[in-house]
């Protein structure tokens, strides 16, 4: 070990000293240097030994089977006072808010750092369409953890990331994730009346009503909303997602508890409405790099609509729930931004300058996908970078990888 060979080098240079008898005042200097050197370097390899014993092993390792060691993330600063980017998070995915933008970002940072994330084993897009979570070391629905074979139930845990939809609950978590103490929650919500037009137009709700196409989509809206109960789970989706009971949706009071106890358990609640601002925020709390954050759009509607201004009265009435937490989220934000200080402005510039250098780098081209959903796709330019090629995520093959990396079928880390 290297360590121990210093260790030597200096016990052998102070032997020669001392034998010498040199009365010369330097050479007694060197000597109690040499010697101060040595009980340092003893103690600070002791203390390297113990920092390396207190590191927390992982069941699970790589692909290859070999064991990962990982830092409890909020555990182990560096002694400088440098924060430790968070690799252990859960991003509770919302509907049509941009938060699939944002799941593209974790998974980049979770694959390029050999993460284990929780995914439902059904696809590559792993989602569970809004089910709560459930372990049982007898039967799952989830792919294993890196390092851990198929089937093996009872190590089904100790996943790093979440970043599907899903229904969220601490409890539902708690036996799933790894260090789940020091967990960091994150989500994003949307204006609700924005987020459900887009979701009406995204999953085409209007083909429900005789007589509505695409073209007169505008017109669609307001008797699909007069032919529900405003209870209905068309509505209040965002809320949903957070898992807000449904008998609170009408009730503001409790809608109060409920989000000052979610503004506990979250580091931060994104909003769409300020993308970027949410970005340098979560950068900072994360402890993430700019290029950690870079993003392009994705599922982006290839066009807008106008809605008459009574439908979106009426969204906000039947979307009570989402309303409320959007209001009182949206306000989070912006103490939290006046807590970052002044570096706020000059940061969110530097990012959006970092941001358009990157997409002048890797995207070539867009297309709009058309079928049973349409969106807007970008194409990364002929002959591009591999970190360009994780940047643009096109036809969201970094998720198909890791949702392959995690079955095993993949020989490559980075392929």
């Known amino acids: 070990m290297q360590t121990n060979g210093a260790i030597s080098e200096l016990q052998r240079y102070i032997l020669i000293l001392q034998r010498s008898h040199s009365t010369d005042t330097t050479c007694l200097i060197s000597l109690v240097s040499l010697q101060s050197v040595l009980v340092i370097s ?31 993330n909020q ?6 006072g440098v924060c430790q980017p968070v690799s252990n998070f859960a991003f509770i995915k919302t509907h049509k808010t941009g938060s699939t933008t944002i799941r593209t970002i974790t998974s980049r940072f979770g694959y390029t750092r050999n993460l284990s994330f929780l995914l439902n084993n059904d696809g590559r897009i792993g989602h569970f369409n809004g089910a709560f979570l459930h372990y049982s070391p007898l039967s799952s629905n989830f792919l294993p953890p890196l390092g851990v074979e198929r089937g093996d139930f009872v190590n089904y845990r100790n996943y790093n990331i979440s970043n599907v939809h899903l229904r ?32 009406f137009k995204y999953y085409k709700k209007y083909r429900r009503l005789e007589g ?14 007069n032919n529900l109960e405003r209870e209905n789970r068309d509505f209040n989706q965002q809320s949903r997602d957070l898992g807000v009971n449904d008998k609170f949706h ?16 979250f580091i931060l609640v994104l909003i769409m409405e300020y993308f970027d601002e949410s970005l340098i925020l979560l950068r900072k709390l994360m402890c993430w790099t700019f290029d950690d954050i870079l993003y392009v759009p ?7 609509t106008n809605f008459s201004d009574s439908v979106k009265t009426k969204l906000l009435e039947y979307n009570n729930a989402d309303r409320y937490m959007y209001e009182y989220f949206n306000r989070t934000l912006w103490q939290k931004i006046q807590k970052y200080g002044q570096d706020f402005e000059k ?7 970092r941001l358009l250098r990157k997409q002048e780098e890797c995207v070539g081209s867009s297309s709009v996908v058309r079928g049973r959903r349409e969106f807007v796709e970008y194409h990364r330019m002929n002959h591009s970078s591999h970190s ?11 998720e198909a990888k890791i949702y392959k990396r995690q079955t095993g079928n993949i020989t490559h880390p980075l392929s």
């Open 42 to 72: 003893i103690f600070g390899y002791l203390a390297l030994q113990q920092g390396n014993n207190s590191l927390y092993i992982r069941k699970h390792g790589n692909e290859y089977g070999e064991r990962v060691l990982v830092r409890p």
């Open 75 to 80: 555990l182990s600063p560096e002694p400088s």
């Open 347 to 353: 940061d969110l510039a530097s990012f959006r300058s």
């Open 298 to 304: 994705k599922r982006q509607q290839p066009t807008g």
């Open 212 to 225: 509505f196409t695409a073209e007169n989509i505008s017109l669609a809206a307001m008797p699909y909303i």
């Open 250 to 265: 009408f009730n503001d009071s409790m809608l109060g508890k409920v989000a000052r106890e979610l503004d506990r358990e």
């Open 168 to 199: 969220y609950t601490r409890k539902g978590l708690s036996n799933l994730m790894y260090d789940i103490d020091n967990l960091k929650l994150f989500s994003i919500l949307r204006s609700p009346e924005e987020q459900w037009l887009s979701w």
């Open 388 to 398: 360009c090629d994780l940047y643009i995520d096109e036809r969201f093959e970094l």
